[in-house]
């Protein structure tokens, strides 16, 4: 699985197309002209990851709607907690 800091590296060559060029003139004492727009061609591979929560309910009020997010426990799950974050989000 890729993680942030791997992709941190990579797209902030394409947020900062100047960053290239500063690099090679700190390392080497010239470096080629930055480009005035950078495309990145991303070949990376993601593989799905399937989520479920047991019950997603949407709650609707008229005017006000809500999300309710049911996740039965049969155990005591300290993990689990960590798991809510994610189906919130």
Same mark, same amino acid.
């Given at each position: 699985?890729?993680?942030? $800091?791997?992709?941190? !590296?990579?797209?902030? *060559?394409? @947020?900062?197309?100047?960053?290239?060029? +500063?690099?090679?003139?700190? =390392?080497?004492?010239?470096?080629?002209?930055? $480009?005035?727009?950078? !495309?990145?061609?991303? *070949?990376? @591979?993601?593989?799905?990851?399937?989520? +479920?929560?047991?019950?997603? =309910?949407?709650?609707?009020?008229?005017?006000?709607?809500?999300?309710?997010?049911?996740?039965?426990?049969?155990?005591?799950?300290?993990?689990?907690?960590?798991?809510?974050?994610?189906?919130?989000?």
């Amino acid at each position: 699985m890729v993680k942030p $800091p791997h992709e941190a !590296l990579h797209r902030i *060559l394409c @947020e900062d197309p100047h960053l290239l060029g +500063r690099t090679f003139e700190h =390392l080497f004492g010239n470096g080629p002209p930055a $480009p005035e727009s950078v !495309l990145n061609a991303d *070949l990376s @591979e993601i593989k799905v990851i399937e989520r +479920r929560a047991d019950s997603v =309910l949407w709650l609707d009020y008229g005017a006000d709607n809500h999300i309710l997010v049911i996740e039965s426990q049969s155990d005591k799950d300290g993990d689990k907690r960590g798991s809510w974050p994610y189906y919130v989000s």
